[in-house]
């Protein structure tokens, strides 16, 4: 596999990771469907949105996949009074990465991003690569590091 612009990140930062690739689905790009593939729990495998705040614009955010996007602690975040999702015909356009492959690392504007609190629980996590069907297995203080990242809580339970 040729390597992503994540992945040249790390490499330009000397941060040590792995890239593990899997089988896409594209009917199933879901963060369980993704975990189960590369073989980590759910609460271990990252993913990251898109959102933008009436007052600073794009934001983004990086989660575990068991958890759903907490708006409002996102919106304080970041000095918004409030932030919605952005739609989903507009992630590639803002991001340069389609759904399934959004990275926090190597978007095409430098997004101010968020990445919640319990990414401090793991010695290492899955995030995408760039591209569907590979993620990133990286330290979780180098990835915020490269991703000149902000931790904080905004990830809650998944509703049922």
């Known amino acids: 596999m040729k390597k992503t612009n994540a992945a040249r990140i790390l490499?330009?930062?000397k941060i040590v990771y792995q890239i593990k690739e899997y089988k896409v689905d594209p009917d199933n790009l879901r963060a369980d469907n993704v975990a189960a593939k590369?073989?980590?729990p759910l609460d271990q495998v990252f993913k990251t949105l898109v959102a933008r705040g009436d007052k600073t614009g794009v934001v983004m955010a990086c989660l575990?996949?068991?958890?759903e996007l907490d708006l409002k602690a996102l919106a304080q975040a970041s000095g918004n009074k409030r932030?919605?999702?952005v739609q989903l015909k507009e992630v590639q356009g803002l991001t340069g990465y389609i759904r399934g492959g959004v990275s926090p690392l190597g978007v095409k504007k430098p997004y101010p991003i968020y990445f919640d609190t319990s990414i401090i629980?793991?010695?290492v996590i899955a995030v995408s690569a760039g591209i569907r069907g590979a993620q990133l297995i990286v330290a979780p203080s180098d990835l915020v590091r490269a991703a000149n990242g902000t931790v904080v809580s905004i990830s809650r339970p998944m509703a049922e």
């Open 83 to 85: 932030v919605e999702m």
């Open 38 to 40: 590369i073989g980590m």
């Open 64 to 67: 575990p996949g068991s958890g």
């Open 121 to 123: 629980e793991w010695d």
């Open 11 to 13: 490499d330009t930062l």
